[in-house]
């Protein structure tokens, strides 16, 4: 079985996707074999109102409970996101919360931010931060979104000791700094933007957080799949049973699923 907690649903403005809707995201799943994904709304990213995205997400989904597990996304700029946040997590049950901060004009350390992470980490539910969705080289050039920096991480973690966060398509993550911010046992990390041969990036923060810390992910529908499953295949320096967590087992111990094939 094998979990992608990198993947999203919707159009995205600047270049077209090959898979865009739920059915075709399901699809895409399927020719590479991959059982379930965590899946985010691009709608909820570039709509003024980023909770008009999450209500099309959710009823996108439907069909397909077994495979999707959808992402709320919040912005605190926007009026009235407490109350669609207490629908978030109350009568929606969200598995995971995902902010974007670049893109809707805010830090995690201004006000917003720090609005946002307090109710997050009181509700108790992971916080997915997408580190950038794709690269800047070969942006529009009206997409003026910088990435997140590892920098804005540690403040976010050493501020809020007791919220969980999920790492989507991140770079340049050193496993002791992220242990001395206190994440050991706080974050999952997926490998779509890591190395595990050549520089050794997910070896070197599974010594340092655990195999516990590192997830499948793929970032799909913008990236190829392939790379991904190569990645988990190159893990053959762990035990069978670890490369089943990385693959999905702690996946759906992170976000409190349950553990079924």
């Known amino acids: 079985m094998i979990f992608d907690v990198n993947a999203h649903v919707g159009h995205y403005p600047f270049r077209s996707l090959r898979a865009r809707t739920a059915a075709e995201v399901v699809a895409l799943l399927d020719r590479h074999g991959i059982d379930r994904a965590l899946v985010s709304s ?10 008009r995205g999450n209500e099309e997400l959710w009823a996108e989904v439907q069909p397909w409970p077994k495979r999707l597990v959808p992402v709320a996304t919040v ?3 926007y009026a009235g996101w407490e109350r669609d946040f207490a629908t978030i997590t109350g009568e929606w049950k969200a598995r995971a919360v995902t902010l974007v901060p670049e893109h809707h004009g805010y830090t995690l350390d201004d006000e917003s931010g720090r609005a946002a992470l307090t109710k997050i980490e009181a509700a108790g539910v992971p916080l997915l931060l997408t580190q950038r969705l794709e690269d800047r080289r070969q942006r529009h050039a009206w997409d003026r979104a910088e990435d997140l920096t590892v920098a804005s991480l540690f403040a976010a973690a050493k501020a809020f000791p ?3 966060f999920i790492l989507s398509n991140w770079a340049g993550l050193d496993g002791a700094k992220l242990a001395d911010a206190g994440l050991r046992g706080r974050v999952l990390i997926d490998f779509a933007r890591l190395q595990v041969v050549y520089r050794e990036e997910v070896p070197k923060l599974i010594a340092a957080l655990g195999v516990e810390a590192l997830a499948f992910g793929s970032h799909l529908p913008f990236d190829y799949v392939a790379g991904s499953l190569i990645k988990l295949e190159n893990l053959d320096f762990l035990s069978p049973a670890d490369r089943e967590r990385v693959a999905w087992r702690n996946a759906v111990r992170f976000l409190g699923l349950e553990e079924k094939q």
């Not at 691009?42 to 909770?51: E, K, S, T």
């Open 162 to 164: 007791t919220l969980r």
């Open 75 to 77: 912005n605190p700029k």
């Open 42 to 51: 691009l709608h909820a990213v570039f709509y003024r109102d980023a909770h």
